[in-house]
């Protein structure tokens, strides 16, 4: 009968193990100091082998973690809106900024609440006035075709910036001290007021100048102290329901 026809059961395992007997028969060898001492080191080797092969097992497993982490931190980070995430102006890198426009939006957005609540504000001016998903105002620049050495006149847009329409709500306010007889609108009104006054040039002279960067050497704080001089304190037909200070703070938010 063939193994495979015998009944697994009736299969006696044990008559394969080899009989102890034998093995004491066997010839037994007898290593020399030098082949103990080779054995023992390649046993060492053995085992140094295998430990590194698990440290750098469990390495690569929490390296791919932290990879898988890194990308959710990231990724996370990619859709908060109170940062900027940007790249550096050299090298390779991440750089992560606080958003321009959120962290003055929400200081902003603090006065112009207590305004309203204190009736300083109605409510049509609080929300035409609060920055709702501003952008930072954009640079560029328009050569300047009437000098020689093509330079670029600096723009500023503040189109969609958080306090341009704060800037519109107070420039309708301070109208009344903008107006001055020694100011012409356009050049439409100065060829007006020349044929007016054509007497003048019998016996006067006309001087052109040229302002070199006006508007970015105007002293801010200097400014809004005069502001705050001809609506407060010069005239009091022009003075304002807003308090003074909550006007100025206005004015601050305006020109930073």
């Known amino acids: 009968m063939s193994a495979s026809k015998i009944p697994k059961e009736s299969i006696d395992y044990k008559k394969w193990d080899e009989d102890p007997n034998d093995i004491a028969n066997k010839e037994i060898r007898v290593l020399e100091p030098k082949q103990l001492s080779l054995a023992a080191d390649l046993k060492s080797a053995t085992e140094k082998f295998f430990q590194h092969v698990q440290i750098s097992i469990k390495l690569r497993k929490d390296k791919n973690l932290n990879a898988n982490n890194d990308d959710k931190i990231l990724l996370n980070l990619s859709k ?93 306010i301070i109208k009344p001290i903008r107006d001055s007889p020694y100011s012409l609108k356009n050049t439409n009104n100065f060829f007006k007021f020349i044929q007016q006054n054509s007497h003048l040039s019998k016996n006067n002279k006309m001087i052109s100048f040229d302002i070199q960067s006006l508007f970015i050497n105007i002293p801010v704080r200097e400014t809004i102290e005069i502001i705050c001089n001809k609506l407060y304190c010069t005239d009091p037909k022009l003075r304002l329901f807003i308090p003074e200070d909550y006007f100025r703070k206005l004015l601050e938010f305006a020109t930073t």
């Open 80 to 172: 908060d809106p109170s940062i900027l995430i940007t790249k550096p102006d050299k090298g390779r890198g991440v750089v992560i900024l606080d958003h321009p426009t959120i962290s003055c939006e929400n200081p902003l957005t603090t006065v112009l609440r207590q305004m309203k609540n204190e009736e300083y504000l109605t409510q049509q001016e609080y929300k035409y006035i609060k920055p709702v998903g501003s952008v930072p105002a954009r640079l560029y620049g328009l050569p300047n075709v009437h000098k020689d050495n093509e330079s670029l006149r600096r723009i500023v847009s503040c189109i969609k910036s958080y306090n341009y329409k704060l800037g519109k709500f107070l420039a309708n």
